[in-house]
């Protein structure tokens, strides 16, 4: 089965600095998507960055910014000057065949 | 703008009962994706619909049966509930051609006692 890994469980960050978060990813396919979501304490699923493979370019969305790394199949997120409303679980996904695969999460923890 | 729109937004069943999950998606879009999050997991794909045919399908129990209408809005239909049935059901919608792009609604706790 092809998956999406986070090594990361559980991080924490001081409000203002910056985290990275770490994706990997398995896949045979050229042409695929992928996405970093976001669930809150409410568990809204709530899109933050998305990045086509056939770009090389990072895509960044304010504060939000991937590392995209094509051959390694690494997909990480930076998160800078982080706020208290940051703190969440954080999904790594992957998109195939218009279906999503998720990494088992990250929980981020933000301190004041 | 519009958001996913799911109901209920919480449901309690007992062991063996029935239950219906209703699904509107995003103005204009026209697939539709459910998915399944158990306590503590990462959301599990179940079956999606792209105007109104099955599109993909994954982990999906013989006991759960989807349909998406010509409005474009899906049901999940569940029946012979189990008590491992609670978790959290998200639908999703996109457009389809627009880079699998998928924005999914608030979600339907389901609690199966």
């Known amino acids: 089965a092809q998956t999406v890994t986070q090594s990361q469980p559980e991080m924490s960050v001081q409000e203002a600095e910056t985290v990275t978060l770490s994706c990997t990813y398995d896949t045979s396919e050229s042409d695929y998507y992928l996405f970093w979501y976001k669930q809150p304490p409410s568990r809204q699923m709530i899109l933050v960055i998305r990045?086509?493979?056939?770009?090389?370019q990072n895509a960044t969305e304010n504060r939000f910014s991937v590392n995209f790394q094509k051959a390694a199949k690494s997909f990480s997120l930076k998160i800078s000057d982080s706020q208290l409303g940051d703190a969440a679980m954080y999904f790594c996904?992957?998109?195939?065949?218009?279906?999503?695969?998720f990494g088992k999460g990250t929980l981020l923890t933000v301190n004041p | 703008a519009a958001g996913v729109i799911q109901s209920p937004r919480h449901l309690i069943k007992e062991k063996r009962e029935t239950a219906t999950l209703k699904c509107y998606p995003i103005?204009?879009?026209?697939?539709v994706y459910w998915y399944q999050q158990g306590p503590g997991q990462d959301p599990q794909f179940l079956i999606s619909?792209?105007?109104?045919?099955?599109?993909d399908k994954g982990s999906i129990p013989d006991r759960f049966s989807a349909q998406q209408f010509s409005d474009y809005h899906s049901e999940l239909n569940m029946s012979s509930l189990e008590l491992g049935d609670s978790a959290l059901y998200f639908c999703?919608?996109?457009?389809?051609?627009?880079?699998?792009?998928?924005?999914f609604g608030p979600g339907t706790r389901l609690l199966v006692l």
């Open positions: 999703a919608s996109s457009l389809q051609g627009a880079g699998e792009t998928q924005y």
């Open positions: 996904a992957r998109g195939s065949n218009y279906k999503l695969t």
């Open positions: 619909f792209y105007e109104k045919m099955q599109s």
């Open positions: 990045q086509e493979a056939y770009k090389q």
């Open positions: 103005p204009r879009h026209d697939t």
